[in-house]
DNA sequence: CTGCCCATGTAAATCGTTACATGATTAC
DNA sequence: GTAATCATGTAACGATTTACATGGGCAG
């Protein structure tokens, strides 16, 4: 149920329609959340359907978009679904399941897959990064937004939760790019002491 | 495709029942991978019907179990996909959705929320140290069972792989913990700062 | 003989990706 | 005019969860 939600709190911040979201779940929201054009509108559509959000083609706009907005029931199930209790996934990880079998490739392979680990993570912490100093510096456009709409006692607040969220994204990149280089290291370790590859003369 | 290596992995370390399997993904596996019987069973006849795999009923076998092996053409399957570059998912973290859009809870709620998320950690850290302290005493059977198919030089490379994962997982725990302590931290001092909430004697 | 775990499944629903289709607008 | 981007979708497939069904073995 999550993407449905993820939608509506999209909408929370400012009106928009099915092509924003898309881009917005491909750059900012993306560190939380994602999905493809062909979930999104089904999915706008259901909302609709269910009365929680309505979309309004603009008049005058010639490719016919339509503006999504929150109603107040919108709102609602918003607001109870984030108060929920989270009901955490089990754990996939599509690398740590290979490393535990690649145990019979070269020990050189290993250390790519490492190494294209850290590539990996070392992407997202400069995208995560990059948002980050967009909130700290005021010029992100989807906090800006939902700041707009609120009482400017609460403004800490707002930014601070998307602040922290960004942060526990930040530090688990960095936290695996430093076990994958001690991992990388560990690993040579064991190479270098292997007896049948180190020869005595 | 990971669920059909998975369990590819799990019986290339000892041949297994569909239940076994399950049982592992409750547990040990667990910790990178999980599936539940109603999707191992066809797996595991779509497997066989690949040639990857063989299940025979052992004779004499009342409940017929059928235990299911590696084929030959399995192990290289298997060996070809560890070695095939990662491909890593999207984000999707259904806490920390929650978090940016709890802005207009209570920052009890949030507190809650947060606790929670130590709370889970927590019970994983736990979990996973265990299964680390098994594989470092020599006690981890799927380990050892693999081990007992492998000429002794590999030994420490097949038991490091394995350690590296489960650090990796146990890192990634302790790390949300202390990204959820010191995110208790911030609201806090936001809340206590706060005038409205600290009026002037 | 009853409750619990072992053991294997099927069916339906939901969630997510891939592939395809279509057309308008804008910058060059 | 043509390529890139904007914009909205449908269809099919694949992955995962939920619910349901069934029966054997074992301990008390």
Redesign the pocket.
């Known amino acids: 149920?999550?993407?449905r939600f993820a939608i509506l709190g999209f909408l929370s911040s400012t009106p928009g329609?099915?092509?924003?979201i898309?881009?917005e779940f491909a750059q900012g929201a993306g560190a939380y959340w994602?999905?493809?054009?062909?979930?999104i509108?089904?999915e706008?559509?259901e909302l609709e359907k269910l009365g929680l959000i309505r979309g309004r083609i603009a008049k005058g706009d010639?490719?016919?978009?339509?503006v999504f907005h929150l109603t107040p029931q919108g709102e609602v199930a918003l607001e109870a679904w984030v108060r929920s209790d989270t009901e955490y996934?089990?754990e996939?990880d599509p690398e740590r399941i290979k490393l535990i079998f690649l145990d019979k490739a070269p020990t050189q392979l290993i250390r790519r897959h490492l190494e294209q680990h850290i590539a990996h993570f070392t992407a997202k912490l400069e995208e995560w990064r990059l948002t980050r100093d967009a909130v700290a510096r005021g010029t992100h456009r989807q906090l800006s937004a939902r700041l707009a709409q609120r009482p400017e006692q609460d403004h800490a607040l707002i930014a601070c939760l998307k602040a922290l969220a960004l942060d526990g994204n930040i530090r688990r990149a960095e936290n695996e790019i430093a076990w994958a280089r001690e991992a990388i290291a560990a690993i040579e370790t064991l190479t270098v002491a292997e007896p049948s590859l180190m020869p005595r003369a």
């Open positions: 149920m999550s993407l329609t099915g092509y924003e898309g881009r994602s999905a493809l054009p062909s979930q509108y089904p706008l559509r010639r490719l016919r978009r339509r996934p089990p996939r």
